[in-house]
């Protein structure tokens, strides 16, 4: 990766709101009311008259989790990269959640461990913050629904009206007691619109329908599954030996089944805590069987399943990870984006969903204030937004598809070889070396692109303490 993409993205990792930004539409519509929709309407509510939010699902306050999200009670930990820009948006937000009993985890309550080693720490580098999803996207979905300019309106989107080769309204049915519980379709009239309906977007389907070009469609093969549990916690952040866990083994090492297991010290004195495990494994379908599961792992996951059960075991499968190439598309409507899941869902146990909407709600601004041609296809957003999601996918997909070879036994070309000999080694340096640890985690947490692994210094430390390793 050049290194003018990597400067690139650490400018989308940087953008602040616009201290005088021009009104460059009347009615901007965001399809979808989740994190992603939600930091999107954020945005636009600097450059629209009005933005309306077309969400199916209840959003009043207090209603708690969502149809729409079903993965919304595993474990979420907002990072770095996303925690920084949405407090840049929404100052307070961290802090709110603290109030609220979320925890804010520095080095010295982040326990990373590959294959039961704990990664090597000297104490510094960022905060993430360990927080209930519902609660989280509570906090969000309040601040931007406040601000005078912006509404929602309780509806499924349906599909775009045009005009002049530009979206210039949104169709949508409002939920009633009509035919399969809905009223007759109506449009909204909109000068700018932004699919944010996640995985289940159907907005490729409508282009298609449309006389448009359908991305291209990208699968791979990740067939996870998640148990995850709610528990008492009697001690505060400040008692624990950390706030945040996550243990990860490696296709050589795993434990029973479970090939990822996190914790985190949420809201209400408890304990979030998720067990994983790829393909036919299912760990921890039961209590009796999490609980067994966590005590073959360190001890604060044993700890942390020792208190009472406040909420039981959930379960969530995704089978892969899905981007869309809206940059190959030769034929697009103007005046028409999209963002998170519905543009790029990667495997979740990488936590990078969250951060990755807030990335592409900061190409937003960035192609909004680049003076583009708003009549012509959002080429140069989309262009923007490939940064991010070519860096989140070279982390998340970039391991799995390795795994997935291991596994298999797959021959795969030399070069490929060598680049995850050059990850494993990086990989296997950060138990040992705190600088390592460090650059790792910073891509890890979306604060650098994955190119910044590529730097010959960094690359000969980690051969050499991976030899001593």
């Known amino acids: 990766m050049s290194e003018s993409v990597a400067a690139l993205f650490e400018g989308l990792l940087g953008a602040e709101p616009p201290h005088d930004a021009s009104v460059l539409f009347d009615t901007a519509c965001v399809m979808g009311g989740s994190i992603a929709g939600l930091l999107a309407a954020r945005v636009l509510a600097d450059r629209a008259r009005k933005v309306v939010i077309v969400e ?44 609220l009993g979320a925890s804010l985890c520095g080095p010295d309550k982040v326990l990373v461990c590959y294959d039961g080693i704990r990664q090597a720490s000297d104490g510094e580098g960022p905060h993430l913050l360990a927080v209930g999803r519902p609660l989280l996207e509570a906090l ?30 949104v169709r949508f049915a409002r939920s009633g007691t009509g035919v399969q519980g809905e009223r007759a379709e109506e449009v909204l009239v909109a000068d700018f619109a932004v699919d944010a309906m996640g995985r289940s977007s159907r907005l490729s389907s409508w282009l298609a329908q449309d006389g448009y070009d359908q991305p291209r469609l990208e699968r791979l093969e990740a067939p996870v599954n998640y148990a995850t549990a709610l528990f008492e916690r009697a001690a505060g952040l400040e008692e624990l030996e950390a706030g945040t866990v996550l243990q990860l083994f490696t296709p050589r090492y795993p434990s029973g089944g479970v090939s990822v297991a996190a914790a985190n010290a949420i809201e209400d004195k408890q304990w979030l805590v998720m067990l994983m495990g790829y393909g036919d494994n299912r760990p921890g379908g039961t209590i009796d069987e999490f609980r067994a599961k966590c005590a073959g792992l360190p001890a604060v996951l044993s700890e942390a399943t020792s208190g009472a059960i406040t909420r039981g075991v959930v379960t969530y499968r995704q ?18 984006v999209g963002a998170g899941d519905a543009v790029a869902s990667f495997n979740p146990v990488y936590g990078q969903g969250m951060s990755s909407a807030a990335l ?44 997935i070879d291991a596994e298999n036994g797959t021959d795969v070309p030399e070069e490929v070889r060598q680049q995850r000999r050059a990850m494993e080694q990086i990989v296997g340096a950060t138990l040992v070396d705190a600088d390592v640890a460090r650059a790792f985690s910073n891509v890890s947490y979306m604060l650098r692109h994955p190119a910044s692994l590529s730097d010959p210094g960094l690359l000969k430390k980690a051969a050499a303490a991976d030899q001593r390793h």
Do not use: K
């Open 360 to 403: 592409h709600a900061s190409c937003l601004t960035s192609y909004l204030d680049s003076g583009a041609d708003l009549d012509a296809a959002a080429t140069e957003f989309f262009r923007l937004q490939q940064v991010i999601v070519d860096a989140a996918w070279a982390v998340s997909a970039g391991g799995d598809a390795a795994r």
């Open 56 to 99: 199916p699902d209840d959003m009043s306050a207090g209603a708690g989790t969502r149809p729409g999200v079903p993965q919304d009670q595993q474990v979420h930990t907002l990072l770095p990269a996303g925690r920084q820009w949405i407090e840049r948006w929404l100052p307070g937000v961290t802090q709110e959640a603290q109030d």
């Open 319 to 336: 089978a892969e990870s899905r981007r869309r190439h809206f940059t190959e598309a030769g034929r697009l409507p103007a005046r028409l």
């Open 140 to 169: 969000v979905r309040a601040r931007v629904t406040a601000l005078p300019n912006v509404s929602v309106l309780r509806a499924r989107a349906t599909g775009l009206r045009y005009g002049d080769g530009a979206v210039a309204g």
